[in-house]
Structure formats: C-alpha cells, structure tokens
C-alpha cells in the first residue's frame, strides 16, 4: 500500500513536472513569436526633437515597410554589402585605392543627390547630415529566421527632389528642393551598375567581407554573420538565375535621367506574365513636379489612378481639390512599382503618406525662375497661353505681392490618342492582364482604374525645371519643345 502511494506521488509529480516544462516551452514559443512580430513590425522612430516636420522626416528617411523582411525577394538590397560592391567596382575600373571617398562619385555619377542643406515646404531650409537622399534604410531584424542586416530601398526623396538653382541658373548641389522633380537620377544606371558591381563582390564574398569591416568598422558579429553566411549566398544564388537567363537584372529598361518605366516595373512585381523579352515594356514618364498635384482628379499621365469618389476628368479648383486621405490612397500604391510592396500591405501605410502629403507636398512651391524675365515677352506669353492653352492645362492667377503665379483652375482634360498624336507605347502597357493583376490584391476598394485612350493635359507649375518634357521625357529641354 505505502508503495502504491509513493508510485502515484512520483507519477504526480513527474506529470506536474511535464505540464511545467511544456507551459515554459509554450510561453517562450509565444514571447518568441510575439518579439519576431514586433522587430519585423517597427515603426519609423520619429524625432520629436527634430527641426523637420514629421512629414519632411517620412518623406527624407521613412522606408512605410519597404525596407522588411516582407521585401527581400521584391525590393530590398543590403546596404552594407552595395556600398561596398560600389566602392570595390569604382577602384577596379579606375585602378585607385578603395576608400569612402569614392562614395559621393558613384552618388553623383548615378545622379543622385548628396546635399549638405534641404529645402522644403514653401522656403524652409534645414541641414541634411546623411550622405546621399533618397536611399532609404534601417536595420532589418528577425528571430525567425535569425538575421540582423541594413536593408536599403529606393524612397520618395530619389525622384521627388531636385538639385536648387542659384539666380544665374547654375546649380547647386549642395542644396536640394524636396518636391522638384529629380532631372538627374537614373535608375538604369544605378540598378545596371549595381548588378555588376554586386557580381564582382560575390566572386569573392570574403575579400568583400574584408572591406565591410574596414568601411564600416561599428558592424556587430549578428550582422557580419548574417552577411556573409546568408545574405550574399543569396546574392550568390540570384545573379547565378540572371546569368542563366537574360543576363540582365530585368527584362526592360528601368529608364534615364528624369525618367521612369514605372508601369514596367509595377507588371513586374505583381508578376505579368506578358513582359518577357520579345514584349518588353516602354511605358517612359517624365517625373512630374509634385506642386498642385491636388488639383488632379486622376494621377500619372493617362489618368490611370483616380479615387472612388468622384469622376477621373472633373474640373477641380481651391473649392474642391483633393483632400489629403484621397491623394494618400493613390501615392502610397506607388510603393509597389518602386519599392516592391504587395498591395495588400500598402494600406497600414495610408497615415504615415498623410503625414507627407501635409508637411511636404502639399504647401509644396516649386522654384522660382532664376535670371531676369522680360516682362513684355511674359505679358505676351500670357495672351497667348489664356488664348490657345488655358482650356486644357489651366487657369493661373497672380499673387500680387511676389507676382507668382498660382493655379486656381484646372479641367483634368483628357485628350483622345487620335487628336494629340502622340506616342501611345504608355496607353498600350495598361492592358487587361495588368488590371486583372492589380484587383486581385484586393485594392481597387481602395482606387479606381482608368484604361484611357488619351492623356491628361498635364499641369504646367514648375514647367521650367521639369526636364525631360512630354509625358514620355523624349523632349530633353524647354528649347527643344
């Protein structure tokens, strides 16, 4: 009988036990699970102490998720390993030393900008401490898997910001206006020479590993493992794929200076299967100029993207322009083509844009003109632009107390292919299979698409630095045209 009972005391006992354990092991899968959670879900740590608005600080520095573990496959580089690949590539081609020094040239090279002071809003000036704007970063952690690395991807500042002019016309670029089209940065360049230079770090991953420490000596032993043991045999993996192929990173040019192939790249994230290399996508668009943008009705040249309340072509003025939560819907879609983000993850992100389109977009004013203007030529100008171009582009109207001309009216006219003649490769790359793909992510609750047969007169704020022209870019300057 005693020794029945010690029997079930130890059976009790080693039950209890086991309940223990498997509740500690339950309790750390689940702090495991929720901490994974939390470092794959940070927000982007606002300064508040900061002399930039919030909006100015997203639209310079916030990655809205772009920069994930969601992201690695779509759009993600590893900043550390890039940078240095530049670098080594530089070297090899110039035959110098490798040092950071040469990192401001590929910037420049590149066409993207690397400011000492930004401007932004209608005037404001801060200082910019980073080395180049528009590469947006952060450190991407996971504990499932378990990998800690700088993840860089393409932001707002690349395309929407643009080099300041002094009175002479001349250039400065230490300073940049957020919100001026980039009329320098070129994304062909940079992704072509960033492939090779890439190829050339991954045939030999620890020379390279060598020069990450040496340029970033403040690397830990986390991400340093990271790099060289997952990060660049996927490197390694993935240019082996290309080599195979096409040879080519893509399978269309991803455009020029001042110019983007945004709807390619869109077909090519959401995996369309009609872009191969015989149908390759030629959908060219001038990066606009960003001010007025919400007297748009619909977005983009041919008036792809419009809200769902109200028409694509309706008359807009300082009555009735588009509210901010509107404009967010559409800009925030625009994650998808350049930074690789699936639709359905795109709305989280809808306040974060808000916050950009009121703080830096929005009061938004592009440069003033440099050099002296001959006010009898403008009053004639002005005759003939009421005459024969206002019904299309729009109706401007003088401050008078610093005589800039504002936008108070504008159509969202859309002008038929058949009476404009122009080139209709843009209207052709929006096919049915490209919409199909689009509601199939569930968006379109939350924009609507316009297949148009035409394009939009587009608005002429800021014309002047808006090179290349047309919707195309196939105009390179004002002369030209």
């Not at 009609?274 to 100029?289: A, C, D, M, V």
């Not at 919400?294 to 109200?310: A, E, H, I, P, Q």
């Not at 209709?424 to 919409?435: G, N, S, Y």
Request: glycine share 6%; with cysteine; charged share 20%.
């Amino acid at each position: 009988m005693k020794n029945r009972y010690i029997r079930m005391n130890d059976t009790a006992s080693k039950t209890k036990w086991k309940i223990l354990a498997f509740s500690i092991a339950f309790l750390s899968i689940v702090v495991i699970v929720f901490a994974d959670y939390c470092l794959k879900n940070r927000s982007f740590p606002i300064n508040r102490d900061s002399h930039l608005t919030i909006g100015t600080q997203r639209f310079t520095q916030d990655h809205f998720g772009g920069v994930s573990v969601a992201n690695l496959e779509t759009g993600v580089l590893p900043y550390k390993i890039l940078k240095t690949a530049l670098i080594l590539n530089q070297c090899a081609n110039l035959k110098t030393e490798c040092t950071l020094e040469q990192w401001p040239i590929i910037m420049r090279d590149f066409g993207i900008l690397t400011p000492t002071q930004i401007t932004y809003a209608d005037g404001l000036n801060a200082q910019w401490n980073q080395s180049e704007l528009g590469l947006v970063r952060t450190q991407i952690i996971s504990l499932i898997p378990p990998i800690s690395f700088e993840g860089m991807n393409l932001g707002c500042a690349l395309c929407h910001s643009g080099v300041a002019y002094d009175q002479n016309g001349l250039p400065k670029i230490e300073t940049a206006t957020l919100g001026s089209p980039s009329t320098s940065f070129n994304p062909e360049m940079f992704i072509s020479k960033s492939h090779t230079a890439l190829s050339l770090a991954t045939s030999d991953p620890v020379r390279t590993m060598e020069y990450v420490k040496k340029f970033f000596p403040e690397i830990g032993i986390w991400e340093t493992l990271t790099l060289r043991h997952l990060i660049l045999p996927l490197l390694q993996k993935r240019l082996k794929e290309i080599s195979e192929g096409s040879g080519k990173p893509f399978l269309f040019s991803s455009g020029g200076p001042g110019l983007t192939n945004g709807v390619a790249s869109l077909k090519h994230q959401l995996k369309v299967s009609q872009l191969n290399l015989k149908t390759s996508t030629f959908g060219y668009t001038s990066i606009p100029e960003t001010a007025d943008r919400s007297f748009r009705s619909s977005f983009l040249y041919d008036g792809l993207y419009s809200t769902l309340k109200r028409p694509s072509s309706e008359e807009m003025n300082s009555s009735n322009h588009l509210p901010i939560n509107e404009m967010a819907s559409i800009v925030a879609f625009f994650m998808v083509p350049t930074m690789g983000t699936l639709p359905e993850n795109i709305p989280p992100t809808f306040s974060s844009v808000e916050d950009v389109i009121r703080d830096t977009l929005g009061p938004h004013r592009p440069q003033k003109f440099p050099g002296q203007i001959d006010e009898k030529l403008a009053k004639d100008g002005e005759k003939i632009y009421v005459d024969q171009c206002q019904s299309c582009h729009g109706t401007y109207s003088r401050i008078e107390q610093n005589r800039e001309l504002r936008l108070i009216s504008y159509p969202n006219k859309m002008i038929p292919i058949e009476e404009i003649k122009s080139d209709p490769e843009r209207i052709h790359c929006v096919d049915d299979e490209l919409t199909l793909a689009i509601n199939q992510h569930n968006y379109s609750k939350h924009l609507r698409l316009n297949k148009n047969k035409g394009y939009i007169a587009t608005i002429l704020t800021g014309l002047w630095s808006s090179a290349p022209y047309l919707h195309n870019g196939s105009v390179p300057t004002l002369w030209h045209l």
